[in-house]
């Protein structure tokens, strides 16, 4: 199984969570892996690691316990300050693509700076690509799919179209770059 | 790939020239019964040329295209006509819809020039509007139609004489992000149903992404396979 979105702000999300009232940690952990179906699932040891610095951070507070007929457990409640710090990040604008970090971006400078083949390995990744994308094409459109993984799967399709984008336009400027060198050559 | 059905449509070394400028030098592929498969390319690489052969509107100058055995690139205008009608429907980026006609009629055309009656040709024709989601558009005329509207309309006409395979040129090109998702899920859908064999003509790769493989059209040269023997490095 790979996921679609690697990594989120997991102490951001919890606070999202908690503002539809109190909740403790399993319910927290299975409520996070139904919002982001496509995501890694949270461990639990991450939810209830969050959850502590929140409530160190006066961000969240103990609501007292819940039983429900099985082994008792913490319930956690959102603090003002937490409800404001919610709010705030989702309206926060996120940096557009500060870093280029991208593995396909490294592996093609590496390519080309150890007189490899980024050509060859342009169209491989674009067919790697592909496939992920009829992948999730198919997991999008099958009957009864849940919203969630509606708009988590075009998320990633539309960052792997721009992945391509960005790899056809390489393809060319790698072709116009060899025409050049080999006509300089002849010169 | 070994697990390809047997091709319906074969296309080999495909030459074709407009004028002086070369659209396809070499290019071939197979379309499979039942298959659905992109052809993809920046503009000018061909796509719409290898389409326009495969269909038969078009004439090769090299190579050659048989469907089912039969060379197609050869064939007389009227037996050409025929296959149009019965066995291939077409697809164009502006649908192509004719402006006096509601959408019922439309679609009832193809069937009407094949000989149905009228009554029993707009039953029909009814019928598919439903299955593309334009079954409530039936009494417009084109110029009333969104484009996703008149899309799934060209479609529904493409589709209702029954043919064993759909050639569609950009069907989306002129269409925003979710209007295209609903028309290449209806085609899609449909083509399942009826096992019908699609090519779709493309520069978008998520509208590519519906299909069963891409073949990718550059410089005229269609590169084929390439998914073959991938390995993909987490």
Redesign the interface.
């Known amino acids: 199984m790979q996921y679609i979105l690697i990594s989120m702000s997991t102490r951001h999300i919890l606070l999202g969570l908690l503002a539809k009232g109190p909740s403790h940690g399993y319910d927290l952990k299975r409520r996070h892996d139904e919002h982001f179906p496509q995501a890694r699932p949270l461990a639990y040891g991450q939810v209830y690691t969050t959850l502590q610095r929140l409530v160190r951070d006066g961000l969240a507070e103990v609501a007292g316990t819940d039983a429900d007929g099985g082994p008792e457990r913490t319930l956690y409640r959102l603090t003002e300050d937490g409800a404001r710090e919610a709010t705030d990040w989702a309206g926060q604008v996120t940096p557009p693509a500060p870093y280029v970090t991208n593995e396909i971006f490294a592996k093609v400078v590496v390519a080309i700076l150890t007189d490899g083949d980024p050509a060859s390995h342009l169209l491989a990744q674009r067919a790697a690509h592909m496939e992920r994308m009829r992948e999730l094409t198919t997991l999008k459109t099958a009957p009864g799919t849940e919203l969630a993984t509606v708009l988590a799967a075009d998320y990633a399709l539309n960052h792997l179209d721009a992945d391509l984008r960005w790899m056809t336009t390489t393809q060319a400027r790698l072709t116009t770059l060899t025409a050049v060198t080999v006509e300089a050559d002849r010169a | 790939m070994s697990n390809r059905p047997e091709p319906l449509v074969v296309a080999r070394d495909l030459v074709k020239a407009h004028g002086r400028t070369p659209a396809l030098r070499g290019a071939g592929l197979d379309l499979g019964a039942g298959e659905i498969v992109a052809v993809t390319g920046?503009s000018g690489s061909g796509k719409s040329t290898l389409l326009h052969c495969l269909a038969g509107i078009a004439s090769p100058d090299e190579g050659s295209v048989t469907y089912a055995g039969e060379r197609v690139d050869t064939l007389p205008e009227r037996r050409l006509s025929e296959l149009r009608r019965t066995e291939f429907g077409v697809v164009f980026q502006f649908g192509q819809l004719i402006p006096e006609l509601t959408a019922l009629d439309n679609v009832a055309l193809p069937l009407m020039l094949a000989g149905t009656a009228r009554g029993a040709a707009q039953e029909r024709a009814a019928d598919w509007l439903e299955r593309f989601g334009a079954g409530e558009q039936r009494g417009l005329r084109p110029g009333e139609l969104s484009g996703g509207q008149a899309q799934r309309v060209a479609l529904a006409r493409a589709l209702v004489t029954g043919p064993r395979v759909v050639l569609a040129d950009e069907p989306t090109g002129a269409l925003d992000s979710l209007a295209s998702?609903q028309v290449m899920?209806a085609l899609?859908r449909t083509a399942r149903e009826t096992g019908a064999a699609v090519l779709v003509v493309t520069h978008d790769?998520?509208v590519?992404?519906?299909?069963?493989r891409?073949v990718?059209l550059q410089d005229g040269v269609t590169?084929d396979g390439?998914?073959a023997g991938?390995e993909?490095h987490?």
């Open positions: 920046p998702e899920a899609v790769a998520q590519a992404a519906y299909a069963d891409e990718r590169q390439v998914t991938l993909v987490a």
